[in-house]
């Protein structure tokens, strides 16, 4: 099978005609035909319905297309990211990042990799907001959760679950809640997306999930704030412990309800299509994936 025969049954697919694809491919109409048939051979598959005048994909040809568009386009990427592998790395990079990951580890990590590439430009949106990658010209977006959008491209940086925990202060002077229905005795710390506030909160036990509704007097669309907040004893925070590591570590917060597996909050690099993943964006995939390991390492046992 030859690569010219597949981009030519893409271009007559698209063109809808032959002679119009020859024109696009710089080929004769014969040698374009010639193509076709030899690629329905090796196929043993009728690709088009001919008539005199144009060329219609049957149900296997519009089956077949489908697969090598695919092909293609992994072909041209590939040939891409080699093409950057023996440039320097550098240009701008929109990048969207969550506000409390951002600015407290996140921020340092992209530091680390400008100094090594001095040619690299970054332009930072923090937000806990989804992000709009077209409206708001953003190239790659960290996100905590499995994208819902499937047109998406979605790399899984980290593993991370939310933790319930608040600060030992707070405990001394309310207690630690013995069951999920204890929660609704506490002042709960809310986070804000989109215009609502996130109090139904969902805990396992026994890979059955059990939900309880909160309450609390202090809510903020920045999860940085809330996260303050439990530190300073203002609250219980249910939050990923990714962005609880070192709070966890240090004792300032402490894990509640352990017998409960919190929700995931897996954390994820995602693109707005196949040709954003370029050597650069591959390149920060995996050094934000060691880090990201690197910074969860010991929590579980502090959860257990």
């Known amino acids: ?45 009728v690709l ?13 040809g519009e089956r077949y297309l489908s697969y090598c568009r695919r092909a293609l386009e992994d072909l041209r990427l590939g040939e891409q990211a080699l093409a950057c592998a023996k440039s320097q790395i550098g240009g701008l990079l929109s990048i969207a990042l969550p506000s409390d990951a951002g600015r407290n580890f996140i921020l340092p990590w992209l530091d680390m990799l400008m100094d090594e590439h001095p040619n690299l430009q970054l332009r930072l949106h923090l937000s806990d907001s989804l992000t709009d990658f077209y409206h708001d010209k953003i190239d790659v977006a960290l996100r905590s959760g499995t994208p819902k959008d499937s047109n998406l491209v979605a790399f899984k940086i980290c593993s991370a679950k939310r933790v319930l925990c608040a600060s030992p202060d707070y405990l001394k002077i ?73 709070d966890l570590k240090s004792g300032a917060l402490v894990p509640l309800l352990t017998q409960y597996t919190g929700e995931s909050a897996d954390l994820y690099l995602v693109c707005p299509g196949r040709q954003h993943v370029t050597q650069l964006v591959i390149m920060l995939r995996e050094h934000l994936r060691a880090l990201c390991q690197q910074r969860i390492i010991g929590v579980d046992n502090i959860q257990t």
């Not at 026994?206 to 007097?217: F, L, M």
């Open 1 to 45: 099978m030859q690569l010219a025969d597949l981009i030519l049954f893409v271009r007559v697919a698209d063109c809808g005609s032959l002679t119009g694809a020859a024109v696009e491919l710089d080929i004769s109409t014969a040698v374009a035909s010639a193509g076709l048939k030899r690629l329905e051979k090796e196929l043993d598959t």
């Open 48 to 60: 088009f319905i001919r008539s005199t005048r144009s060329l219609r994909l049957t149900a296997a």
């Open 174 to 246: 309310h207690g630690q809640p013995e069951s999920l229905t204890d929660l609704e005795q506490h002042n709960c710390l809310f986070f804000m997306l989109d215009q609502r506030t996130h109090d139904q909160w969902c805990f396992y036990k026994d890979d059955q999930a059990q939900k309880v509704r909160v309450s609390g007097n202090r809510t903020c669309n920045d999860a940085e704030v809330a996260r303050k907040w439990a530190i300073a004893g203002k609250g219980v925070v249910y939050k990923s412990s990714l962005d609880l590591a070192d």
